[in-house]
C-alpha cells in the first residue's frame, strides 16, 4: 500500500539540482551525490543515435526465452551492438591535444 508521504530522498530527485543522487544496493547500499552530466538534458547526437538503436534491437527480443546466462534482449543486445560505432567524429590522440595546447600557451 503506497503512503502519500513524500521520500526522505523526493526533494533530492527534483530536475532543478545541479546534482545527482546515486542509491546503490550491491555489493552493499551506498548513497552519494554526484554532478549531472552535461549531456542529461541535451544529448549528443552519436548518444540518441545508440539509445535508439539499444531501444529497437531490445524491443525485438519481447517474447523470447533464456536461453544463456543473460536475459534474452541482453543477449540480442550485446550480439548486435557490439563494436558498432554512432559517431563520424575522430578524436585526436592525447600526445596532439598536449601539443597544441602547449603552442595556444
Do not use: I
Amino acid at each position: 500500500m503506497p503512503s502519500d508521504q513524500p521520500s526522505e530522498y523526493e526533494y533530492y530527485l527534483r530536475d532543478d539540482k545541479p546534482f545527482q543522487l546515486v542509491v546503490r544496493t550491491r555489493p552493499r547500499r551506498v548513497v552519494f551525490f554526484r554532478s549531472k552530466p552535461v549531456t542529461a538534458y541535451t544529448p549528443t547526437e552519436a548518444q540518441l543515435k545508440a539509445r535508439t538503436a539499444f531501444a529497437e534491437v531490445a524491443r525485438r527480443a519481447k517474447g523470447r526465452r533464456f536461453v544463456g546466462m543473460l536475459p534474452p534482449a541482453a543477449e540480442l543486445v550485446r550480439t548486435e551492438l557490439r563494436g558498432r560505432k554512432f559517431t563520424t567524429e575522430v578524436r585526436p590522440p592525447k600526445w596532439l591535444k598536449l601539443l597544441e595546447m602547449l603552442v595556444r600557451s
